[in-house]
């Protein structure tokens, strides 16, 4: 008779160490998880909107010319440009706006940064021409802020869009 | 019978053992997660700060992009301006200004694209604290124009506004 009575103190001994231990770890992920403060919110907010305005009036780099970003997505749907840029205009694009995304959102909060920049051509453009769409992965769960740039073309509205998510 | 009350003293002095180190484990428990609270208001704390005085430049009329006395395009910064503030930031008077408005900080702007060799960061306020426990950057992309090389456009580049803040 002692012993099960033993037995079942051992038991319960067992359980409420178990479930110390369980609290432990929900108190260790919930009570020191970093939430965002109202600054980083606030600059997550504002960094969509800023870069992508910075970057559609920044300077291309484009040979002897002072072409900006938002010239040469204006001159990509075109069959025959004007602009002294390295063809085909929407490599030159992406490789030189992934430049400038490897030294600004990719180490910037310690990977805190995900990104999707797209630029979106209206219907109607050349068959040769895609879409561009550059990420570092965007978690579909995560929460987002969107900007999106219209660019008049010959063709229609060429939408560039940013999507940062945190 | 003696046997006896030794073993109850016995388990007694286990019980309370056990509930001293439970009480050490407590203790232990909230003094880190205040710790930690404490540590995250402070990080807060000079996170709004960077992004105030980033804010504050980012509005400074000595650095805007003008033509004919007005703005041109809002997060367009004049190179020549952002050179000539440094070197105004350091006079006499208007040190006393501009540490009303930045306190302790550095603020700089690196150009990120066209890429250029060798190009360093352009200070445009630098005050730094003798002791400090942490520096918070806070990152803003910017346009930085030149209009002496272009006058009429500009040569604009894609720079960052990084300003740090001493905590």
Redesign the interface.
Known sequence: MAKIAQMEIMGLAVIIILLALGM?FV?QFT??K??P????T??QR??AS??I???L???A?CPGS?A?FTDLIEEMPNTFTNLPCPIPLDKYFES?VK??LI??LDI?GEGRFTYNLTVVFPQGVPPDIEDIAISNGCPPTSQQETKIFPIPSDFGTILVQMKICY | MRNKAQIQMGENVIILFIFFILLIFAVV?FT??QA?KKE?VI??DI??R??QIAQRVALLPELQCTKDNAII?P??YDEYSAFALDELAREGENKVYYFDLFGFSTVSIYK????KEEEKPLVIYNNTKEEFRAIIP??????LCNFVS?VT????????LKVEVYG
Do not use: H, M
């Open positions: 432990f108190a009570l020191f970093e939430k403060t109202a600054a980083q606030f600059q504002q960094l800023n870069f305005s910075t970057l009036s920044s300077n780099d002072s900006t030189k430049d400038i030294q600004t910037w | 428990f880190r997660l930690t995250q990080g807060a996170e709004g960077g992004l395009t997060g367009c990120v694209f066209p890429p806070t990152y803003i992309p910017i346009t272009d456009k500009g040569q604009c580049s894609f720079a960052v």
